[in-house]
């Protein structure tokens, strides 16, 4: 427990000398009229506080700041046997759909590119004059009459 500390109010202090009178230890001179108070040797009983008839002695209330006990770790979430089969299950049959997502997808782009309509081969030559088919030099040699 800390000392008390008390300070003199000078607006207050006449210079009665009562606190000087009373203090048992005299720790309370009069300078310049006005009581003093040595820190060193005040014991804080307080007797001068009530005794001047001024009220001119005040406690001074020191703040100091109170440190927050030690609060434990907070604590890193482990799931449980429970909790980690629910989610290798939701792994596994996410999987799952996701294949069979892929397949069917496959599927049906195979089935459009073979189905009418898609571009064939046919369908590119024509327009070809007479409707000719072959390579393209064999094309280029027709058109030129070889
Ligand atoms: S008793 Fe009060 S007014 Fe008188 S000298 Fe002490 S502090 Fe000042
Ligand atoms: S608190 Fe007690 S010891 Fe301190 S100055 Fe006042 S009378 Fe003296």
């Excluded at 008390?6 to 009373?22: K, S």
């Excluded at 979430?77 to 792994?91: C, D, F, I, K, S």
């Excluded at 997502?101 to 024509?126: D, K, N, V």
């Amino acid at each position: 427990m800390n000392k008390r500390t008390l300070w003199v109010n000078p607006a207050q202090c006449t210079g009665c000398g009562t606190c000087v009178e009373i203090c048992p230890v005299n720790a309370i001179t009069l300078v310049d009229g006005h009581a003093r108070i040595a820190e060193e040797v005040c014991t804080g009983c307080g007797a001068c506080v009530t005794s001047c008839p001024e009220h001119a002695i005040q406690e001074v209330i020191e703040a100091r700041i109170i440190p927050l006990p030690e609060r434990p770790a907070p604590a890193v979430y482990q799931p449980g046997p429970l909790m980690r089969q629910v989610a290798t299950t939701v792994a596994v049959v996410g999987t799952g759909v996701l294949v069979k997502l892929l397949q069917s997808g496959a599927r049906l782009l195979g089935q459009w590119l073979t189905s009418s309509h898609a571009p064939t081969i046919s369908s590119l030559t024509q327009g070809t004059p007479g409707g000719m088919r072959g390579s393209g030099r064999q094309l280029r040699m027709r058109r030129r009459g070889h």
